[in-house]
């Protein structure tokens, strides 16, 4: 790896941190970059599905996750792991990222983990290859194409800082602090950055000062180099070495903060828990003054730090090592923006002619377009054209629920309704508030129940036992009349539809294994349309290459349902106006079908 | 931060705590008590379960986090012969020794205030051994001889046997490496137990997270009764919330020597605990002419360095430097007041003695995501509460901070001190970080 991250990088940023987030969507956008950075989130208590942020004056939803590991499997090109858990989890997020793969580098942002457990997290992520930035750490950034979180402050402040383009300095410190800093004084005094690292304050960090300017020396953007060391540790010789053997040739600019611990002999901690002398060679005092010896540009104090960079850059300059870098276009992110109040996903009306899903709708409305209500459906409903047997399915289903007599209870409700004088909607409505778990819902039981039992293997004898645990009924199963030998047609048909058109139809082959034990204990317990339905639904969306999450998703957000509304409502309105038409007067039940049994209220 | 030191008696709890789960092996008595005088020595006597304080010859010595206190000649364990100190003897000697100052070989000097006492244990010389363990590097290290006491610092080199335990070594390598590598003058008979007790002791060491932790010496008696007449130990406190219940309410005690905080320094500690942010503070000199109140703890060294550099350059010393401290993590505006007063405060407390102007430091690097506008509204407020006391004591005022919200914050700071007739300059990012201090101090 010579670049720690390009313009294509992308991330996944553990935990929802909103404003972090912004701040690396409004850099996007001011570097022009095609993607955001950020392709999913890891909110393992938000029950969200998407976090809504500004892409300049736009709004983009970025997906939230509960798990690092379903964001992966979502993202895989995210190699990328922001790991901005509290110490108390941040271990366990690296270990676990590291344990699943395909990340090339971990930041971790968090102060104060348990030093064991810090060592033993750098140690798993340097013997898999991936690059640790942190722990206790502002972060990295690549200028031009990749930022993370708040490095670099504000977009104002980058923007001044040279941030926005890479420049030709490779900056390396320990501090978040004096990054923003150094950087400022880079650009000021130089041409910017071309890939900058804060390592982190904590006594181990993942990566460190030699393992980023390696790096760096090898990226062709990189220069020269800056370090901003601080006292202890013994980081800053490993550099020395590598000037020594030849594995870092570009000019260094060094300076290790904290000369000042030399007046004060114990007891106060200078700087980052990283930062205290346990032996003369570890002082500020003693690093620079080695660093110095061993060619590297070290400045009399940190207050001479940006003329020796100035100097350093205006030589190559000079020498024609370094050019001009020309200044690339921005886009400028508006000062004020406003949050959307709706998202809508299905269709859009502010073109030339409203669009289901892209699709116009004059090229799915007439009969000379082939295409059909269940196509319809498929592109409002599900945002996908499905293949013709799914949509034709759709209109089978649609159909053979559309009407079942006067005397169904939905039925009745609005022919009460139209006869009291009530417009059309208000009738239908009331038929429709009607249906639920005991009227058409057995759609919805049926899909659930018999798909839980599948997923589960449950040979049916166990399943009809589960059943019974639960104390419900086998929705789907059990007919009034109806019986193998006296079957339901609309079942037939369907079943006839599925057999000949459906690439397969495992779970209705499971159901009729159940339904072959059930008729064998009483003949009317046999599949009735509301469970073939529901099965077959599920039959489709599999072949259709849903997940099984997805489907479970239809049916908890209640979508087989809707299938039984749509197609009814059909019905309904046909005896609204059934009534309509035949000026039937004000409904009254007669009272001589009524038990009335009321008894004088109880004194208490 | 991080690494902490703990009293010598409250590694010895730990030790007994864990003893079966780690020494089923061993046997170890754990006679020890802690107290602040003679008198509490006494009183502990008479409770049930320390009746050996008057049973047995005592040894007393201070646990203080400083070692070599054989050498500095504050361990009593005779009064004419050794073994025949009692309690008595024990209780009159931490009376005095807390009666005065005491300064050690090293110049530390202050009060003793807190001692151990245990009883006298009778061994020979051949009993005695070393054993330790710490980090270095990336790597545990097992340290390891057959003497112990004072002698084996001198000669380090011939006399202790290293064991390098990298992070990711298994137990199996681990206990191997260690048995290979016991100290050969280690006579024979003795060990088998040795090796078994330093794997223990290293796993003990591991698993309860400490930074450091040394026996010097450990004295194997017979039937595996083992004596810990000294030990030292630090824990790495960032594993607090992972061994709380271990732990248990462990105290963290300042080094011998150092002032114990003052109040001003305890408050800001205080409030640091209590914030999501970082406030931070250590008086250097309170009669110090220049006072620091940085954002930032990589800013706050940088500040300290060049005080110390363009001090020494004008004249000055060291001495100028008052305090070392940063605020940052985005501090509420009472946060950072209350931390600005505290400073403002200590300030004008003394005249210099010089007859100088006080000089007061409000510098910070380009802030990540620190609002600076608000926390500069903090220090108004504190400005105008006390620009009455900062003008009696001359104070110059030199700014200098980026970050969000800058131009504001730098802006209503340069408009508070103007409208409260305060001396101030101030800078933006477009100045270097420390040119402040230059300009303060070239003067």
Known sequence: MEKLYTKDTQAIFWNNNKTAIQRMLDYDYTIQRKTPSVAAIVAPTSGNKFEKFFYGPDEVMIPLYKTTTAAKKEHANAEVLLNFASFRTAYDVTMEAIELGGFSSIMVTAEGIPERLARKMNNTARNAGVTVIGPATVGAIAPGAFKIANIGGTIENIVNSKLHRAGSCGLVTRSGGLFNELSNIIAINADGIAEGVAIGGDRFVGSVFIDNMLRMEKNPEVKYMVLLGEVGGTEEYKIIEAIKDGRITKPVIAWCIGTIAKHFSTGVQFGHAGASANADAETAAAKNKAMAEAGIYVPASFNDLPATINKVYSDMLAKGIISEIPEPKMSLVPKVRRSKQFICTIS????????????????????????????????????????????????????????????????????????????????LVTGLLTIGPRFGGAIDGAAKYFKYADDNDLDPKAFLKYMKGEGVPIPGIGHRIKSLKNPDLRVTGLMNYAAEHFPSTPLLDYAKSVEALTTSKKENLILNVDGTIGILMVDMWRALGYSESEINEFIESGTLNAFFIVGRSIGFIGHVLDEKRLAMPMYRHPMDDILYDVQEAEKL | MAQKAIREYDGKTLFSKQWENYFSGFHYGFKSVLVKSG????????????????????????????????????VLFKTNKPGDVTLADA?????????????????????????????????????????????????????????????????????????????????????????????????????????????????????????????????????????????????????????????????????????????????????????GASLKLTILNPMGRVWTMVAGGGASVVYADTIADFAEANGGSIADLANYGEYSGGPTTSETKFYADTIIDLMTRHKDPKGLDKIMIIGGAIANFTDVAKTFTGIIQSFEENAEKMKEHNTKIYVRRGGPNYEKGLKDIKEAADRLGLCIEVYGPETHVTDIVRMALEK
């Not at chain 1, 006869?419 to 208000?426: N, P, Q």
């Not at chain 2, 006494?42 to 320390?50: D, R, T």
């Open chain 1, 348 to 427: 859009d009306d502010r073109g030339e002619e409203c669009t289901y899903a892209g699709f116009p709708i004059s090229s799915v409305a007439t009969p000379d377009t082939g295409k059909g209500i269940g196509d319809v459906i498929s592109l409002l409903w599900f945002k996908k054209q499905y293949p013709q047997w799914a949509t034709e399915f759709i209109e089978t289903v649609i159909k053979t629920v559309a009407d079942h007599g006067p005397a169904v209870s939905g039925a009745h409700n609005a022919k009460v309704t139209a006869r009291a004088g009530k417009s059309v909607v208000e009738s």
């Open chain 2, 39 to 74: 008198a509490e020595l006494l009183a502990k006597a008479e409770e049930h379960g320390f009746e050996w304080l008057k049973q047995e010859p005592l040894v007393a010595k201070p646990d203080m986090l400083f070692g070599k206190r054989g050498k500095n000649d504050l």
């Open chain 2, 91 to 275: 209780a009159k000697w931490i009376d005095e020794k807390i009666s005065h100052t005491t300064t050690l070989l090293t110049g530390q000097h202050g009060t003793l205030s807190h001692f151990i006492v245990e009883p006298f244990t009778p061994h020979s010389q051949e009993q005695e051994y070393y054993i330790s363990a710490t980090c270095v590097g990336e790597d545990d290290v097992l340290y390891m001889s057959a003497e112990g006491g004072m002698e084996v610092e001198e000669g380090w080199d011939e006399k202790v046997n290293e064991v390098v335990v990298p992070i990711d070594m298994s137990d199996v390598d681990m206990e191997h490496a260690i048995k290979a590598n016991i100290p050969a003058d280690i006579p024979a008979e003795n060990r088998v137990v040795f090796e078994s007790f330093a794997i223990a002791f290293f796993k003990f060491y591991r698993d309860m997270n400490f930074a450091y932790l040394e026996i010097n010496p450990i004295v194997m008696l017979d039937n595996n009764e083992m004596a810990i007449l000294d030990l030292v130990a630090r824990l790495d406190d960032t594993a607090g919330f992972l061994m709380k219940d271990v732990w248990g309410d462990i105290e963290y005690p300042t080094a011998f020597g150092m002032e114990d905080q003052s109040p001003e320094e305890k408050a800001i500690a205080d409030a640091d605990s209590k914030s």
